[in-house]
């Protein structure tokens, strides 16, 4: 495998639009998928390429999604920490509640360009249901969501509110019954009804053109972000940390501050229970190249490339793969990847919610306990940006469940 | 190298490999080959089977939890391979063959005597490593054509295809469906303007009547999940079962077929 592996990075080099990030990510699919995927490459393409398409996007992100999302200097947790001053990137305040909506209202603007009226999306928390079921709603597209059963208990809040959306959330209990499970059964949907239908899909995962395009549309994350800190601090962050699942809400905020070498970029992913195969979700700590629904990147799996079972208290790192472009960012050196455990993630939620009122979902909360462990290693001077993916009214039943605040004899923090 | 099939529709018959254990697997192949099957696809169990519908899943699960690999199923090949010269495919998703390296893949399949393979998810654009070392051990790279492939799409296909080229009947998973020659018929018809390859058409071929149906426009017809769960709903008597099945088809052809070349 090294050999395909450097044969390819050297025909393509490192141009995203090949569809390689080095020699990450390409098109491993079925061939009755392959027409659709060339079909949304070419609208996408256009679509980049069309003034009217990008108004109509910044138009939406503005004044449906409420863009741009502030840059909160985080004064208490800052102090308790003591060390560096935390900045935290407040995706949470977006319609919907997570970063999620940035993508669905960029791939509903294409699924109207290329005439489907019909919608599917895989969801793992949730979160990224929620947000393709309303802009289906605002677009009028029929919309069906995929979701595992596990996640469906895991987040039955989220579970209603798609279904309140008009939009149809179907049970996946194959496999872990998560989101892996879930994309498996989209991407059946999708070989059934490719002439009629768009996936929707959820994060910087799969294949070409979806981590290219979804990552573009989560790039007014960073691109913001870089421009507030600036204009705030009048420098640089030292540190720019997101949680990675697949690797969206990340990508968009690192992408801003590539070239910025003075920028270290940090991607928590779940490490969940323990270190062993199935108690967590750290692909780039157990994890090798594989390929994966679509795309190779690194992938938990066993020596005979069965893909492993994952765990972690938050369902949107639950996944045994990450996106192609973290690969490359991770072998290229660019950026570095640690993992957070439940229980930090779970410290780390109550941190937030206690020291600033914010309630972040759990997802996010394993970068806040990134930044927890880094801030008070680093000077005043420096400056440390969190990116908050998306608040944590979902995970307020997992919470409960887990913290026992009101079991008898629990201690309250 | 175009393989020749010798009746027509000529049957090539899917199993799991490992559904319920590797010994059944081999006694199932061997029933299907004395039976007439021409060629036998060796289904390498993947935990993740994206473009396999209900059957093949449980299965694949069956399978799984039974610990079978695709060496145990290289060695399964092998073993079969001692007692019959019929044709041996292995039908596997990509990231078994990928974990194995694709030169040891080849070299190990060709010294198993394996005919060739079908890496459900590795379409042609993205196969030129693999292409490599399976031409040089002269194994046949066999590929998915679909309804839904422009002919741009059908012409690289049958660029990069050896042994015959397997027409996708309709768009999605594999699995039972009453209606579905119409597709496949069309698919044909835009396939051989590109190939002179013999074409096999499968996903949902089930019934005696659409086995002979798929005669009139193609060389053969592929059966997968019929066998598949012919073999989950006869425990302890798999073997018998499948060449049951396969009598049944076989019975629904022009009696003027087995003697076609």
Known sequence: MGTTMVSKQKARGNEPFSGRFGPYGGRYVPETLMAALEELELAYDEARADRNFQRRLEYLYRHY?????????????????????????????????????????????????????????????????????????????????YMGSEDMRRQALNVFRMRLLGAEVRPVTSGS?????????????????????????????????????????????????????????????????????????SIGIFHAFL??????????????????????????????????????????????????????????????????????????????????????????????????????????????????KRAPRMRPSDIVVVNVSGRGDKDVDILREKLQFDAPGALVP | MAIAFQTRPALVAYVTCGDPDLTTTRNVILAAFDAGAEIIELGVPFSDPVADGR??????????????????????????????????????????????????????????????????????????????????????????????????????????????????????????QERLLDDARQLVIRLRRFSRLPIAVGFGISTPAQFVGVGEFAEAAVVGSAIVETIEQNPGREPEAVREFINRLFLARPPSSAKMV
């Not at chain 1, 895989?122 to 289906?136: F, S, Y």
């Not at chain 2, 459900?120 to 998915?144: C, G, K, N, Q």
Request: charged share 20%; hydrophobic share 40%.
């Open chain 1, 65 to 145: 999604a409420g863009r741009p999302t502030p840059l909160l200097f985080a004064e208490r947790l800052s102090k308790s920490l003591g060390g560096a001053k935390i900045y935290l990137k407040r995706e949470d305040l977006l319609h919907t509640g997570a970063h999620k909506i940035n993508n669905c209202l960029g791939q509903a603007l294409l699924v109207e360009r290329m005439g489907k009226h019909r919608v599917i999306a895989e969801t793992g928390a949730g979160q990224h249901g929620v947000a393709t079921a309303t802009v289906c709603a605002l677009f009028g597209f029929e919309c069906v969501v």
């Open chain 1, 177 to 249: 019954c998560t989101l892996k499970d879930a994309i498996n059964e989209a991407m059946r949907d999708w070989v059934t009804n490719v002439r009629t239908t768009h996936y929707l899909l959820g994060s910087v995962l799969g294949a070409h053109p979806y981590p290219v395009m979804v990552r573009d549309f989560h790039r007014v994350i960073g691109r913001e972000a870089r421009a507030q800190i600036l204009k705030a601090e009048r420098k640089l962050p030292s540190l720019v940390i997101a949680c990675v699942g697949g690797g969206s809400n």
């Open chain 1, 259 to 372: 070239k910025d070498k003075s920028v270290g970029l940090i991607g928590v992913e779940a490490g969940g229970r323990s270190q062993s195969l199935g108690d967590h979700a750290a692909r780039f700590q157990g994890g090798r190249p594989g390929v994966l629904q679509g795309t190779l990147s690194y992938v938990l799996q066993d020596d005979a490339g069965q893909i492993a079972t994952t765990h972690s208290v938050s369902a949107g790192l639950d996944y045994p793969s990450v996106g192609p472009e973290h690969a490359w960012l991770k072998d290229s050196g660019r950026a570095e990847y640690v993992s957070a455990s439940d229980e930090e993630a779970l410290s780390a939620c109550q941190l937030l919610a206690q020291q600033e009122g914010i309630l972040p979902a759990l997802e996010s909360a394993h970068a806040i306990a990134e930044a927890a």
């Open chain 2, 55 to 176: 059957v093949i899943q449980r299965a694949s699960d069956r399978a799984l939890g039974r610990g079978t690999t695709l060496k145990k199923v290289l060695e399964l090949a092998a073993d079969i391979r001692r007692r019959s010269q019929a044709g041996l495919i292995i039908f596997s998703y990509l990231n078994p063959i990928l974990q194995m390296g694709f030169r040891r893949f080849a070299q190990a399949a060709a010294q198993a005597g394996v005919d060739g393979a079908l890496v459900t998810d590795l379409p042609v654009e993205e196969a030129d490593d693999y292409l490599h070392e399976m031409r040089m051990r002269r194994l046949s790279t066999i590929f998915l054509a679909a309804p839904t492939s422009t002919d741009q799409r059908l012409e690289k296909i049958a660029q990069s295809a050896n042994g015959f080229v397997y027409a996708v009947s309709r768009t999605g998973v594999t699995g039972a």
